[in-house]
């Protein structure tokens, strides 16, 4: 078939949802809105490691469109798709640097952010591991000093009880030692790359409402909206039938928008 006949090959094939893109008239979920919507704001720690020594919200619920301001200890559950280790807000420990240890929720965005710098906590820094391999080491600061304890999906997860290992998988083919053997050239070096984020141009986002009959509509930027809905109904143990996950345009993910976070 000549390059002339090809449908799609050398050819300019339109975008479905270009024209939306192009003119703006895409709706994401920044461009949402409900009446009565309360805007929500996270405080998040300075500490890869600390324990949270005090935390009060008081001052931060005395300003005015502050509906209400909630910390860890107010909330038991723990989530992860695999292995359920992570925690809402932070209760009593932080783990990593910029973990939420308390939220507000407001009649505008900035009163949220003013009852957040009125929140008061007191920490007590923990020795942190910042190195994969130096948290592998013997003896090396517990992330998780409970891992051993938390639910797991067996037979794809194996964390190991008592190490910062989350995982632990063994992969064997061949004869590694008589392929070193028989090469011409064995060369070993180490190799380090710096963190790399996702930074898709739309940031995480989330709406939540609240209808009668307990049922919850999340609205989402998320790249996976089934595993939100069932994370959700698993954390909260409600039925996935009262829980609706839309998911309007997104603009960009890349892998970091699968699972669950804001929401």
Known sequence: MSEDKLRYVGQSVSREDGPEKVTGSARYVHDLAFPGMLHAAIL?????????VRIDVTKACQVPGVRAALTGSELTYRLGIY???????ANGIVRYHGEAVAAVAAETLDAARKALALIEVEYAPRPAVLDARQAM???APLVHENLGSYDVMKDVFAPQAGTNVAHHQKIRA????????RSDLVHEASFVTAPVQHVPLETHAVIAQALPGGRTEV????QSPYTVRHLLALTFGVPHQAIR?????VGGGFGGKAGLHLE
Do not use: C, M
């Open 83 to 89: 292995l359920r280790d992570k925690q809402i807000l």
């Open 174 to 181: 061949g004869n590694l030692e008589e392929g070193f053997r």
């Open 44 to 52: 998040k720690s300075p500490h890869a490691s600390a324990r949270i």
């Open 219 to 222: 609205w989402t930027s998320s």
């Open 137 to 139: 080491v013997k003896d």
């Open 245 to 249: 996950v839309h998911v309007p345009y």
